[in-house]
């Protein structure tokens, strides 16, 4: 089974293509007197691309589990606990996504599961059976 987030992938790669053609939109409204050095444009190319990283680290999160594993990739960190590592997942009243508690305390968020897709309920319930 294979959970990626609905509604913040949409938004992420939207506001990408929004962005990109936002941008080029502007470069080619500016007037011929406007310069920018070339530090200037190493920079806005820097910020652009930093901030495009930070929208697909969003859009590629997902969580991949089976009845002997899960997997979690959250941005660009990946974490992997067999059920066994695994203490608890609650999605608690108004929280966003879904929390994985391991065996040593550690909590890693599910950013996948998010509330507002709808079906994390439902999810978060075949993962604790799996868990259990």
Do not use: C
């Amino acid at each position: 089974m294979t959970i990626r987030p609905q509604g913040p992938r949409i938004v992420a790669y939207g506001v990408m293509v929004l962005m990109i053609v936002s941008i080029v939109a502007i470069a080619r409204a500016l007037p011929d007197y406007v310069y920018f050095s070339n530090t200037e444009r190493v920079t806005m190319i820097l910020l652009l691309v930093a901030v495009l990283a930070l929208l697909h680290g969003v859009g590629r999160s997902y969580v991949r589990a089976d009845a002997s594993a899960i997997e979690i990739l959250n941005g660009y960190r990946r974490h992997r606990f067999t059920w066994d590592q695994v203490e608890g997942i609650s999605m608690k009243s108004g929280a966003p996504w879904a929390t994985l508690v391991t065996t040593d305390d550690e909590r890693v968020m599910l950013f996948a599961l998010q509330r507002t897709d709808g079906d994390g309920r439902d999810v978060v319930r075949q993962l604790r059976a799996w868990a259990a």
